[in-house]
């Protein structure tokens, strides 16, 4: 009987300072788990990481944008010592000379089998697998990354680039390694779009995600990691076992196979908490000194937030608006003189940007690096969008306003529902999904949009390209894209509004009249 470990993390986010909700955590944690299972292991192990490694914390940011260098992060990867690296959707924000010079510096072989050239069609970040021989036992590893990227990213972050069907290419290389090698894992930055034990949908069948699909028509694979989702999975689904360990390095996942005469006899998996696992000191030096002095950059006091927080709970504040939303939606409005903006409650984090506000607050209430894009759209198109924001709300048995379960399992996505300035909506909870839209107002003239009358509306760059399955967003409706992301604005606003700027946004934050029967 022979034995071999596959240890696995992904979207962790660049939590190298501190992870979410939990000051006293971060990767340091994890790499102290990677670490010691490694190291306690009877057995061979091999480790991959699925991507998503570059962005997502404060500290991501501050290396993107204040210090413009992200070999901190090849320099953690490295020193983790990965047998291979998967390239994730994130890796993608930032454009693509921030992107391959991180991955430039990647030791491990990066694997990506559907990212091709868009000319020759051929794999052009990495190789399509690798197949890595533990003591006569030969495992061949297939990455895949999620084909979806082309729906949230600026096409010039992926220009000369293709995103083939990432189902499709699994199948045609499982189909080749079969026979070559006696483990077929699928590293696959991507999710499940089916419940894995009553194989119900659980999203709208977009082809973002392709995990249960995998499963279920790809016999050859015999081990499926995943990521993208920030789920916790760990479970056997046919003859296959798969694993998905969550967010921000919360667990290190693990898949153990028994083999017997090279033939696989048994699986099992298990989460590894890594706060369980004291911080890995020795990595702290070679994440440094870039973490030393991102933390004192985000500490940093940018200025005086004066917005009301008249409601603390998240549901309350996207039901009915808040002054932080309408301060967003002011500053895409003067970025880009459109007629409307619409913006996102991204987290609870909102209640914070009040008082003295320093840079780890505002890169906690918007995360994100988003460019500010103004939209040309007919009127039309405003009543689907906003018919399709509405989709977030459903109401109970009672009569009650609540979010649509489908928004919160099997992964919370609250960041695809948008609040709106300068568009009254008179919504009715009580009608079909589809018709609910009472009326929209244009709050200059307080008259009905008119369908067939061309508007302009401002959204972050994720939304304009169709990010959050906005179908009517599409990249050819974008007049303009600004120079400037929205947290840097939201920086000058702190420098430079007077009183008289915050009183106006604190007195006008509620775009939507809803009503709940007919």
Excluded at 189 to 202: C, I, K, N, S
Excluded at 476 to 502: G, M, P, Q, Y
Aim: proline letters at 4%.
């Amino acid at each position: 009987m022979q034995k071999i470990t596959i240890l696995m993390t992904s979207d962790t986010h660049g939590y190298w300072i501190d992870v979410p909700n939990q000051p006293d955590q971060s990767l340091l944690n994890t790499a102290a788990t990677l670490k010691r299972l490694k190291q306690e292991s009877t057995h061979p192990t091999i480790s991959i990481d699925l991507g998503d490694f570059i962005q997502g914390s404060a500290f991501a940011t501050y290396c993107s944008q204040i210090a413009e260098n992200g070999s901190v992060f090849a320099r953690a990867m490295n020193d983790l010592a990965y047998d291979a690296q998967i390239i994730g959707n994130h890796e993608f924000n930032f454009g693509p000379e921030y992107r391959e010079s991180i991955l430039n510096q990647i030791m491990a072989p990066i694997i990506c089998s559907n990212i091709v050239d868009a000319q020759t069609g051929q794999p052009v970040l990495g190789q399509p697998y690798k197949v890595i021989e533990v003591e006569g036992i030969k495992v061949g590893i297939i990455g895949t990354t999620t084909h979806y990227i082309p729906n949230w990213e600026l096409p010039k972050h992926y220009e000369g680039l293709a995103f083939k069907d990432a189902f499709e290419t699994t199948k045609f290389y499982a189909e080749q390694l079969r026979s070559q090698v006696d483990v077929v894992v699928v590293a696959y930055h991507g999710g499940y779009e089916r419940d894995l034990d009553t194989g119900e949908a659980l999203e709208d069948l977009t082809g973002e995600n392709q995990g249960a699909r995998m499963l279920q028509e790809i016999p050859e694979i015999d081990v499926l990691l995943t990521g993208h989702q920030h789920r916790l999975i760990n479970q056997q689904v046919n003859n296959a076992w798969t694993v998905q360990p969550g967010y921000a390095g919360e667990c290190v996942a693990s898949i153990t196979l028994t083999l017997d005469n090279k033939e696989i006899v048994h699986m099992t998996g298990e989460l590894h908490d890594t706060s369980l696992d004291a911080a890995d000191t020795a990595i702290k030096d070679v994440v440094n000194p870039e973490r030393t002095i991102g933390e004192q950059w985000l500490k940093q006091v940018l200025g005086t937030a004066k917005l009301d927080v008249p409601v603390a709970d998240a549901f309350e504040a996207r039901l009915t608006g808040t002054p932080f939303v309408e301060l967003l939606n002011q500053l895409q409005l003067k970025e880009t003189g459109a007629d409307f903006s619409a913006v996102t409650l991204i987290n609870e984090s909102f209640v914070k940007f009040k008082g003295p506000v320093t840079n780890e607050i505002l890169l906690e209430v918007y995360p994100y690096y988003n460019r500010i894009a103004k939209v040309q759209l007919s009127g039309q198109d405003l009543y689907e969008i906003v018919e399709f924001n509405l989709e977030y709300w459903t109401l109970n048995e009672k009569g009650e306003v609540q979010v649509n379960p489908d928004y919160i399992d099997p992964k919370p996505r609250h960041y695809n529902y948008d609040l709106f300035t300068g568009l009254t909506t008179i919504a009715n909870l009580s009608k079909p999904l589809g018709q609910r839209v009472e009326q929209l107002l244009d709050e200059r003239t307080q008259l009905p949009i008119e369908r067939d009358q061309t508007y302009t509306i401002a959204v972050s760059q994720y939304r304009a390209v169709g990010g959050g399955d906005y179908k009517t967003y599409t990249p050819d409706k974008i007049v303009s894209i600004s120079e400037i992301d929205i947290a840097t604005r939201l920086r000058e606003a702190l420098a430079d509004f007077t009183s008289k700027n915050w009183a106006a946004i604190n007195a006008n934050y509620r775009h939507v009249e809803w009503l709940t029967h007919s």
